[in-house]
């Protein structure tokens, strides 16, 4: 019934198949499994668009051998400094399901790109250009839609298209589907990577994509500012051990 695989040296397991490749190119270049694992999230942000992401956040749980401790990086998104308590009930009171989970009130601060670059920057080995020229060589060239992909845009099809962006973003510009083995191309998020190797932290959380991401809240109704962005803060937890 199982089938291990077995590495004398390593191993990246991710969603996705592309981005694993590539946590494991960065290990063979030398790279530790903090690269890896970054490099493998950046990845993911352009080929698992469903769940791979820029915009949100995560856990990390990092073993420090010379120290024999385990620590555990919370970058989960955080509230926008605008946020209430009572911001996704209705006039009864009642929550408004659709507000909290399809309006752009209900984006969080995201966390991704500084939890990710915290933990490269502080127990990887390698250049943060070496570990992200990867995901914007996928992002940048494209890559083949796989079966899974294909599926999924094609079952989000109506949600998407209710966004002139998303639909002109994840469909052709007649409106057709990607079919499995197309090329998927993003110059824009390559954009935003390359922004994010060149500037670091400074590359996301300011400059041109904060603009982006702050004009977008402006139009869309979300809490999301500037100075959220430039606050938002990586937390080091002690883990719960057993």
Do not use: W
């Amino acid at each position: 019934r199982f089938h291990p695989v077995y590495s004398p040296s390593g191993m990246v397991v991710s969603q996705e198949v592309l981005a694993s490749r590539v946590g494991a190119e960065i290990l063979s270049r030398g790279g530790n499994a903090i690269d890896a694992a970054v490099a493998t999230g950046f990845a993911l942000a352009v080929t698992l668009p469903r769940a791979g992401n820029l915009a949100g956040g995560g856990f990390m749980l990092i073993y420090l051998a010379d120290e024999k401790k385990t620590i555990a990086l919370d970058f989960r998104e955080m509230a926008p400094a605008a946020a209430n308590r009572d911001m996704f009930l209705d006039a009864a009171g009642d929550v408004d399901n659709q507000l909290a989970r399809y309006s752009m009130k209900s984006s969080g601060v995201p966390g991704t790109v500084a939890g990710l670059l915290h933990a490269q920057q502080n127990y990887g080995v390698l250049k943060l250009k070496q570990v992200m020229a990867p995901a914007i060589a996928l992002a940048g060239d494209g890559f083949a839609v796989s079966l899974d992909l294909a599926t999924v845009l094609e079952s989000r099809f109506e949600r998407l298209s209710r966004n002139a962006a998303s639909k002109a973003y994840f469909y052709k510009t007649d409106g057709k589907l990607y079919l499995p083995g197309e090329q998927l191309i993003q110059q824009d998020l390559a954009a935003t990577l390359q922004r994010i190797a060149k500037d670091g932290r400074d590359g996301f959380y300011q400059g041109r994509t904060s603009e982006l991401i702050t004009a977008e809240m402006l139009r869309t109704g979300g809490l999301i500012t500037a100075e959220d962005l430039t606050n938002y803060r990586v937390v080091t937890r002690a883990p719960v051990c057993g």
